[in-house]
């Protein structure tokens, strides 16, 4: 009976790989002469199906109660190890550009995980600390790019003249974008800002006259050392900073440069916002994710609450998409789509709503392990959804669950208490 009822989910459940396994793994193309000839692969698929077949019909056979075993919590008792791998991932990041085995692609690869921190971060005020749920981030984002690139074309601004600006234009559309929702929860406010999302891309596709339209905006200029440019050459009567003090140029000074100014941030970022958690305006975040009514009796303006977390979220990320139109000196449309929001709220997520260290783990996972698949390319969107399924089954709640509050009572006050 058990075999018989085994072997029927295990069947069922090789259908259902084989459907799936079809349109996913089951065709590739290649270059035939002057066409493209489609290809089945039916050793992969059979792969597939096997696999799921022979993995349904083990675990039917497994005991009842078996369960997947559950990771360790990382709750307040591990403050003090949190703390310290903090420090050490620190002077790993100081270090990184310098290690042995590092190199131009890992440097750059480290400089896309310190952006999407920096946004991740700046999500999790609004998402993680203020429990509104945001799914038009990038919109906030392609602002901060578009104006430091628009600002430095009609202005001639340098991108740390142009930084402040960009952060507080991309606060003042945050601010404004909060006050018709203001009213909204739940699955609403995730329309509206979804909206805002698509209504920002549309208008930097359409807006040609100013945006670009499509072929986005180009020659943007990049940061400098001191006025020290870091190109081969410089403009006359100007030097490079290889000139200045002396050395050869290579082309890795602008990419370790630029990585250290994208850590200057993030670890700004991070500071602010720990700061911020411990001021009142932070404690009144995670009172509104608790409970707005709450909120109301204690008498806290749920308006006032709303506004800033979206102003200072936005704020983070008008900063990073400066940093992310300097760093390319190109950018369009197509690079603030929705799929980076669904990326920015995604590490929030897997990370633990309102943890600071969550982000940075969901981070580092959800931008490194795509490329650890780069041989096999054409799966490389299937390991990403196989990671964040693997991480919402085995801990649901982000990685670092548990939520620490910003204030904890002192062994005497706990003691008095009643």
């Not at 690139?149 to 234009?169: E, M, R, V």
């Not at 403009?235 to 200057?264: M, N, S």
Request: net charge positive.
């Amino acid at each position: 009976m058990v075999l018989r009822h085994a072997a029927k989910d295990a069947l069922l459940a090789a259908f259902v790989a084989f459907v799936l396994a079809v349109p996913l793994v089951g065709f590739t193309t290649r270059e035939g002469g002057a066409a493209v000839v489609v290809e089945m692969r039916f050793v992969w698929v059979a792969a597939a199906v096997a696999a799921v077949f022979l993995g349904r019909l083990v675990w039917g056979f497994a005991p009842r109660r078996a369960s997947l075993p559950a990771l360790p919590a990382l709750g307040i008792p591990w403050r003090r190890h949190l703390a310290l791998i903090g420090w050490l991932g620190l002077a790993a990041a100081v270090l990184w550009p310098f290690l042995p085995f590092s190199s131009r692609y890992l440097v750059d690869l480290a400089t896309t995980v310190l952006i999407y921190i920096m946004l991740g971060w700046g999500l999790n005020i609004v998402v993680g600390l203020a429990g509104m749920l945001n799914l038009g981030y990038a919109g906030f984002y392609a602002v901060g790019a578009y104006s430091f690139a628009l600002f430095a074309q009609w202005f001639d601004l340098s991108f740390w003249q142009a930084l402040p600006i960009a952060g507080l234009l991309a606060a003042i559309v945050g601010g404004l974008l909060a006050f018709p929702i203001l009213r909204l929860r739940g699955d609403y406010l995730a329309i509206v800002t979804l909206g805002f999302g698509e209504i920002i891309r549309i208008i930097l596709i359409n807006w040609t006259s100013v945006t670009g339209g499509p072929n986005g905006i180009s020659d943007i200029p990049r940061p400098t050392f001191f006025g020290l440019a870091l190109e081969r050459s410089a403009p006359a009567g100007a030097k490079t900073f290889a000139q200045f003090f002396g050395i050869d140029f290579d082309p890795e000074q602008r990419i370790v440069f630029l990585y250290f100014v994208i850590l200057a941030l993030v670890l700004l970022t991070n500071v602010v916002i720990l700061r911020l958690r411990r001021l009142p305006v932070g404690r009144a975040w995670e009172a509104l994710r608790e409970d707005e009514i709450a909120c109301r009796a204690l008498g806290i303006n749920p308006t006032k609450v709303k506004l800033s977390a979206f102003a200072i979220g936005a704020l983070f990320a008008g900063f990073a998409g400066a940093f992310f139109a300097a760093r390319l000196g190109f950018i369009s449309p197509e690079s603030f789509t929705f799929q980076e929001s669904a990326t920015m709220l995604a590490i929030v997520v897997l990370g633990g709503m309102g943890s600071q260290m969550g982000v940075v783990l969901a981070a580092i996972i959800l931008v490194t392990l795509p490329e650890f698949g780069r041989e096999f390319s054409q799966f490389r969107m299937l390991l990403f959804g196989a990671a964040m399924v693997g991480i919402m089954v085995w801990r649901p709640r982000g990685l670092f669950a548990t939520r620490q509050p910003s204030i904890l009572l002192g062994e005497r006050a706990s003691k008095a208490a009643p």
